[in-house]
């Protein structure tokens, strides 16, 4: 069976060490956790984890049934195939050298990347998209001479209720 990218969006009471044991049990299974990112909700006491991982049908039925069992956890949803919305934010830092100044300024216009910081010698971009804009943005860019990214993972919203 074929594997490919699962989004999964788990609702957890806010307390302590509820990150730690979704983690540990994935990790425990032998199951990766590609990206993550958590925060709190509308209700403070309630945190929303949305994760990627890779698997194939039978793998990700058998983390959303291990993640049930955990008293902490409130609602899983599987939003790979589902009607939802998911984006990532990058931060990259390049350096603005004399040869690649006119070209990096260039590319970022014609992409209409947003410009956080802009120094003599270096420049940090806000770039948000789904993944496909976000590996084309950094495709784009690593000619050009990324020092530094940071990425937050993906989040996403279910377009339902």
Known sequence: ???????????V????????RIAGILGGKGYNIESLCVNTTMQY?????????????????????????????????????V???HRELILVRLNLTADKKEQIKNTVDTNKWKVIVSADDYLILEITGDNSQIDF???RLEPLGIVDITRTGIIALNLEN
């Open 83 to 85: 009607e939802s919305i």
């Open 137 to 139: 943005a950094l495709a």
């Open 13 to 20: 009471h806010n307390k302590p060490d509820v990150l730690a």
């Open 1 to 11: 069976m074929e594997k490919k990218e699962h989004i999964i969006s788990v609702l």
């Open 45 to 81: 006491e309630v945190s929303k984890i949305v994760m990627t991982t890779l698997g194939n049908k039978e793998t990700i039925m058998r983390i959303e049934n291990q993640l049930r069992r955990l008293v902490d956890v409130i609602q899983v949803d599987n939003l790979t195939n």
